[in-house]
């Protein structure tokens, strides 16, 4: 356990503050850049995630600034903390992987600002680091030893075989996974992703993370993926891996999940391939038994796209406390109102103050950027408490409310 920070530490990177707000994209950029020399740390990321004009380096900006920000208060981060904590078990980050890190970031900090960057200043943020990288640490074996010791559970990486491939709609397949050992796997809770390790052709090893679209089962999992224009590893899915091809992949983890134990009304509330997780735990509350309220409500461009359709309509059909609401934004002449959707258009705030039971409900939220920004922060706005809003971001834990 780390000592607690001192006084003279935290008034040295709050002195930071402004210098990390107007350079922090410059620091985390050189910092990638420093890491990425190493092959071996280059292999631990998610390189889908380094593209995008930068995304993941501005999002681990906010996340420095925030740090620096909170210093005096870090309680305030914990959620954020657990999600680093979860996605760094997914990629087998271990104790001896934070010094690669120490070095890297505070080389980019003596870099990017110069002279600023004082032996006082370099210190106060080496201190910062090992306080924070210590609490990681602390919780990543905690997760580890939880993994390790459930039935059908595993730390590091384990081999799937592909046992079933079935096109869900035009972009969208689902793959069911069984372990190649024939052993039984843990069961998850439902939203938790599984991470991938791939390799492709002559590049590093790839990893990639998938959120579990089926209900647990102790025998299998299912992942559906959206094959993305430009995806190296979806279109390898999609085009090349087979019924038999055999897949590197780490236990679930991730913090977005279904509270079981909670007795209030559910919303599930997806756009586009978001549904994975949202189905995932329809399928979940549909087993359970419980009978308390569950709104699923989903978006996506038309017919063509929208996948589990027929499988989502089947759960609710048989189960009178749960209620479904589909929206296409741009129907087909094919796609049948009152058949295959139900409204027309976008979801919106007005709609779901109108429909859903606002003032008692938990939402549960996954989609594309914006549509997280739209009701992750709506929502809030609304006046639904921050503890009742939980969502699942595909890439980075970027900052929604920027």
Known sequence: MSKPLSETTKAIIRATVPALAAHGTAITAAMYKRLFQDPEVRELFNQSNQGEEGRQTKALAHAILAYAQNIDNLDVLAGAVERIAQKHVGLNIRPDHYPHVATALLGAIKEVLA???TDDVLTAWGEAFWFLAHILIGREE???GDLHSSVGGWTGW?????????????IITSFILRPVDG???IRHRPGQYLTFRVAVGGLPLQRRNYSISSAPNGESYRISVKREP??????LLHDDLQVGSVLDVAPPTGDFCLAEEQERPVVLLSGGVGLTPMVAMLEAIAANGNRRPVHYIHGAQDGRVHAMAKHVRALTAKQPHITSAVFYQSPRT???KGVHYDHDGFITLDWLAANTPIKEADYYICGPKPFLATFVNGLAKSGVPNDRIHYEFFGPADELAA
């Open 142 to 144: 905690q997760i580890y």
């Open 115 to 117: 002279d600023a960057a």
């Open 334 to 336: 094919g796609d049948q």
């Open 158 to 170: 384990r081999r799937f075989r592909i046992d079933t491939k079935v096109p869900e709609s035009d």
């Open 183 to 185: 052993g039984p796997v």
């Open 230 to 235: 430009h995806g190296l590893i979806s279109n």
